[in-house]
């Protein structure tokens, strides 16, 4: 299948004022993250809050451009350093997380959909209207909802309101930030069977942000756990479900809680939380909160490497034993 | 006798279109070393229903109760001075949002402390030290240095923990936690899971945990209400909701979460929405998204009914040799 | 580019109308705009027709009051009320002006300020506070003894002098809404910087706005009749209310109603409209809105 989203050593650093009169210190919100997307497939995104899975997206879908790194879209470069091409910009588009915040209070749902046709192509004032209608229907609205104002819709109407303004370009790449969790139980699986609806009948290639492992074991097709800015273990998601390697991908499948109720499952304890980007520890950046970690650990930040069939930036990963397996991945398989 | 009972109640909110009402007919029974979860989609009436016993809605709410008894005391009787005197003290209550719900202007010390004096009284020594073993216990770690800490130099995760060691100050009998972990990590949640658990055990608390997240639910709770649109619909041993439900919201619900459903590209889904004010069906709430619906349940109001420890309101409920009908 | 659903203005009146106070004012301002309009017609007489007959002639209601002369008259004989009632044409006239010059100049400053921040916000932001830093009063009447007394002159000067607190409250606003997720999800699509200036934020920063543009009107109308009391504003024979004030002065302890009158229409209407500004400012306030 056809690449359509490369991604090598992107970079994104922030100016953190520390006080009035010290130096601006730079935080490497993103710190080289390498990934490549075909047609159709959907790669998940997973940390927690400050990960920088959030910055990525800002970065994927240039509301910043990156401060270093490459971008390939549709097999062209995205040049990073001067303003974006429009006709480029148009392949990647994103779903935010807030159908409440992500919606112009003061704008009809005609407005909000033509807004990108009017912006970026020739069509007449019918021909948008059309297209409207036509986008409405193809994501579950009913079109003569078109005059209608935001706040007059549901969360899960809303979502599809805004999966609509995304596809209304035709994009190549949709960036979903976190598309289903402000949304409620009964919403969720309705919006997640329509964004998969949506990919095979339109070979859209996701990028789907979550923190939610239930949701991603569901819809990935490869997963990237990322910690501290870096991604610390990149696979196919059956293998990283059924055999994660790094430390805290470990931990975390241990943590997410699982509606079942049956044997107590033995719990990977992580003490503390992710370290303060103004003072990065020393070496692997898991190294502070990890069970296994030794000297060896302090000395530098482990780079991704190839290790059965994932890539895991973790020195030590051979030598630990493997834990029992949480229940969410022994059920995947 | 129960630590907290409530009986029938029901809450209703002045809007421009006349009455909302958001809770209808609540009955809670909670005994010490109790773990009741409440689980519900948002506008199902579960904040709501604790928020009315903790006695903080405006004054403009309509609250009708037939019972409602925290520790043997019954509420509808008491002055609301003596009220509010029981909030802090006997029941406590945590949030959502632990950055917000800090005063950002004193340190955490002092609010902890604020909290002993109201409830416990004592010398500011005995306070002191009082404050430093609760945040011991709740895991702050360095508690001196903590104590002299500002909110907004915490993390999400200590803020939490510091609402907690607040909720504690005055040794309640129940605590109600509602959505504690929502806002934070998922590393984060499981430590503070893991906290109010060793805490309920140890203090022998009554915890009342209120959340729309099923995964937490199996994981903590021993007794679980499911609100549907301000109604109760089942409760239920935890054991009994997530293998047999008998609502079939709840079945609905649960078959909808991706990692309880049958593998495939789609998901099973409910249809359509919660009602609202305005389109609140005749019969059962859940009636219009139901696929077991008959023609009863469109024209007539289940009834709430009550079966050894489980509740139930439903005509037709899934899960059962025998169908009780109310 | 409409500013306001057609429902977001019923559901504001819908809160509104529960003010009674703002119900009240906007009566009052009703009444004022009836003078407005029809002056020609329920004006009994010419504001500047001189009655030689009749000098301070006091209110009808008095012993000495007379038909037709119902507030009386002032000292060369020109009838109170057609005074008062021409002096609203001015009083409205000067509170639109001045504040739609404030709106339209801060609410662009204010825009570019918080949009672009950097250099533009920082030469806009500071020059306002230059602005803030003379007594209002002071600045407005050193501009019209620069410019030359007259009318038009102090409304130049008393909108300059409000510019800083739409420039603030604009900027203000601005920064808060532009980092929204809708306002990010335009720029996706590859809007301008000038379509979500205009067309993205500047609608969902109006509400206060409006609720600061009403109660400038007062102060505008206030600050005019000062500047006329002073001799800096309207000039005689123009029936100003402010000015009608400072013409009155030597009159004070013989002949009070032409003192009280203009005063009290002041009053009146300044009140009226802070009324309405206070309703309005809780019916646009989504906060203050019971759910």
Request: glycine fraction near 8%; aromatic fraction near 8%.
């Amino acid at each position: 299948m056809a690449e359509v989203l490369r991604a090598v050593n992107l970079q994104q650093e922030y100016r953190a004022r520390q006080g009035l009169l010290q130096k601006p210190l730079m935080v490497r919100a993103l710190n080289g993250v390498s990934f490549s997307l075909n047609a159709g497939e959907t790669l998940a995104v997973v940390g927690e809050s400050g990960c920088g899975k959030s910055t990525l997206a800002r970065s994927l879908t240039l509301i910043e451009t990156p401060s270093a790194g490459e971008l390939w879209l549709a097999g062209k470069p995205v040049n990073t350093a001067t303003k974006p091409d429009a006709a480029l910009r148009q392949r990647i588009q994103m779903v935010f997380q807030n159908p409440y915040g992500s919606l112009n209070p003061r704008k009809t749902i005609q407005q909000m959909l033509e807004e990108p046709l009017l912006l970026n192509t020739p069509l007449s004032s019918e021909q948008r209207r059309a297209a409207v209608a036509d986008m409405m229907s193809r994501v579950g609205l009913r079109p003569e909802f078109a005059e209608r104002y935001p706040h007059m819709f549901s969360g899960g109407q809303r979502q599809r309101i805004a999966i609509a303004r995304a596809l209304m370009l035709k994009p190549q790449v949709v960036v979903l930030d976190e598309p289903v969790s402000a949304l409620d139980l009964s919403v969720r699986a309705q919006i997640l069977n329509l964004l998969t609806e949506l990919q095979q009948d339109l070979g859209l290639a996701y990028v789907f942000i979550s923190h939610d492992l239930s949701v991603v074991q569901r819809i990935a097709d490869y997963v990237m756990v990322m910690y501290f800015g870096r991604a610390v273990e990149y696979a196919a998601a059956q293998t990283i479900f059924s055999h994660p390697q790094h430390p805290y991908t470990q931990a975390l499948f241990s943590a997410t809680p699982v509606a079942e109720v049956g044997e107590k499952r033995e719990r990977i304890h992580l003490q503390g939380e992710p370290p303060s980007p103004l003072r990065p520890p020393q070496g692997c950046p898991f190294g502070p909160r990890c069970a296994y970690v030794q000297d060896i650990c302090r000395k530098e930040v482990p780079a991704l490497r190839e290790l059965n069939g994932a890539q895991v930036a973790c020195v030590r990963a051979e030598t630990l034993n493997e834990p029992s397996l949480p229940n969410i991945s022994a059920r995947l398989l | 006798m129960s630590l907290l009972s409530v009986r029938n109640l029901s809450v209703a909110f002045p809007t421009q279109n006349g009455w909302f009402q958001a809770v209808e007919g609540i009955h809670l029974e909670v005994n010490a070393g109790d773990i009741l979860a409440i689980v519900g989609e948002s506008g199902s009436g579960k904040s709501v229903a604790m928020m009315a016993v903790m006695n903080l809605l405006p004054p403009t709410a309509r609250i009708t109760c037939d019972e409602l008894k925290i520790d043997g005391q019954d509420l509808l009787a008491m002055p609301a001075k003596q009220r509010r005197k029981l909030n802090g003290g006997t029941v406590s209550m945590i949030f959502q949002e632990p950055m917000s719900s800090l005063n950002p202007c004193f340190t955490v010390g002092y609010q902890i402390d604020e909290a002993i004096r109201i409830h416990l009284g004592g010398s500011k020594k005995e306070r002191t030290e009082r404050v430093l073993h609760l945040l011991e216990i709740v895991g702050i770690p360095d508690p001196i240095r903590r104590y002299k800490a500002y909110p907004h130099q915490m993390s999400g995760g200590m803020s939490q923990r510091a609402m907690i060691a607040m909720a504690l100050a005055a040794n309640p009998k129940l605590l109600i936690a509602d959505e504690p972990t929502t806002a934070l990590d998922v590393t984060v949640q499981a430590q503070i899971l893991e906290l109010l658990l060793k805490l309920q055990q140890t203090q022998g608390m009554g915890l009342i945990l209120i959340t729309h997240d099923m995964g937490v639910v199996a994981e903590t709770a021993q007794q679980v209400v499911v609100q549907y649109a301000g109604q109760q619909v089942e409760k239920q041993p935890v054991f009994g909701l997530f293998n047999t439900p008998h609502h079939p919201y709840t079945a609905a619900l649960l078959d909808a979460l991706p990692e309880r459903a049958p593998v495939g590209d789609f998901l099973p889904t409910i249809q359509g929405i919660v009602p609202g004010q305005k389109d609140r069906p005749l019969g059962c709430l859940f009636s219009p998204r139901c696929t077991h619906a008959q023609a009863l349940c469109r024209e007539q109001q289940p009834p709430l009914v009550r079966e050894a420890k489980e509740w139930l309101r439903c005509y037709y409920p899934l899960n059962l040799a025998e169908v009780s009908h109310g | 580019m409409k500013l306001f659903a057609d429902d977001a203005w019923r559901t504001t009146w819908n809160y509104f109308k529960e003010s009674k106070g703002g119900l009240l004012g906007l009566g009052f301002l009703g009444l004022v705009m009836f003078c407005v309009i029809f002056a020609d017609i329920i004006a009994p007489f010419d504001p500047s027709l001189q009655n030689r007959d009749a000098l301070l002639l006091p209110p009808i209601w008095t012993e000495a009051g007379h038909w037709p002369y119902i507030l009386g008259t002032d000292a060369v004989g020109r009838d109170v009320l057609s005074r008062l009632i021409y002096g609203a044409r001015y009083s409205m006239f000067i509170g639109f002006v001045v504040v739609s010059l404030a709106v339209i100049v801060g609410t662009l400053l204010g825009l570019l300020a918080g949009y672009y921040q950097g250099w533009v916000d920082t030469v806009i932001m500071r020059l306002m506070d230059v602005i803030l830093a003379f007594p209002s009063l002071l600045l407005a009447l050193g501009l019209v003894a620069v410019l030359g007394p007259g009318l038009v002159n102090a409304m130049y000067a008393i909108a300059l002098v409000m510019l800083p607190h739409f420039v603030r409250l604009t900027r203000a606003n601005v920064l808060s809404e532009k980092n929204r997720d809708y306002v990010v999800a335009s720029r996706i699509v590859g809007a301008s910087n000038w379509r979500l200036m205009f067309n993205s934020i500047l609608p969902n920063c109006m509400a206060p706005l409006i609720v600061q543009a009403t109660l400038s009107f007062s102060n505008a109308i206030l600050d005019a009749a000062a500047l006329g009391f002073l001799g800096m504003g309207a000039q005689p024979p123009i029936p100003e209310w402010g000015a009608m004030l400072a013409e009155a002065r030597e009159f004070i302890s013989r002949a009070w109603w032409v003192v009280t009158f203009p005063g009290l229409a002041i009053l009146l209407t300044v009140l009226s409209i802070n009324l309405v500004g206070d309703a309005l400012r809780d019916a646009l306030d989504p906060r203050m809105r019971r759910s």
